[in-house]
Nanobody, 115 residues
Framework: QVQLVESGGGLVQPGGSLRLSCAAS????????MGWYRQVPGKQRELVAT???????DYADSVKGRFTISRDNAENMMTLQMNSLKPEDTAVYYC?????????WGQGTQVTVSS
């Protein structure tokens, strides 16, 4: 079993930046893909960005050019650098890691973009 713990959320003004981190309790090398998802009340959880073990990344159209996902397999850490934040980025952000057979989630961290 592995635990994923997110940190770095908070309140930021539009146009600002935040950096989310996801720390794993053991090696993340076994996660063939990791990702960030977000959810607002009353809506389905949506994919924000993913990154493979080799570092290949993909982004939702709504965040392309503004968000950057990265992972450090040696440090068992994944991050999401969020720039030029918009009010519509407000959500609970979840860290996810997938192995062949299991799907792991963090508890989520709130990001609020408001003036």
């Amino acid at each position: 079993q592995v635990q994923l713990v997110e940190s770095g959320g908070g309140l930021v003004q539009p146009g600002g930046s935040l950096r989310l981190s996801c720390a794993a309790s053991r090696s993340i090398f076994g996660f063939y893909v990791m990702g960030w998802y977000r959810q607002v009340p009353g809506k389905q959880r949506e994919l924000v960005a993913t990154i493979s073990t080799l570092g290949n990344s993909d982004y939702a159209d709504s965040v392309k050019g503004r968000f950057t996902i990265s992972r450090d397999n040696a440090e068992n850490m994944m991050t999401l650098q969020m720039n030029s934040l918009k009010p519509e980025d407000t959500a609970v952000y979840y860290c996810n890691g997938k192995t062949y057979g299991n799907d792991y989630w963090g508890q989520g961290t709130q990001v609020t973009v408001s003036s």
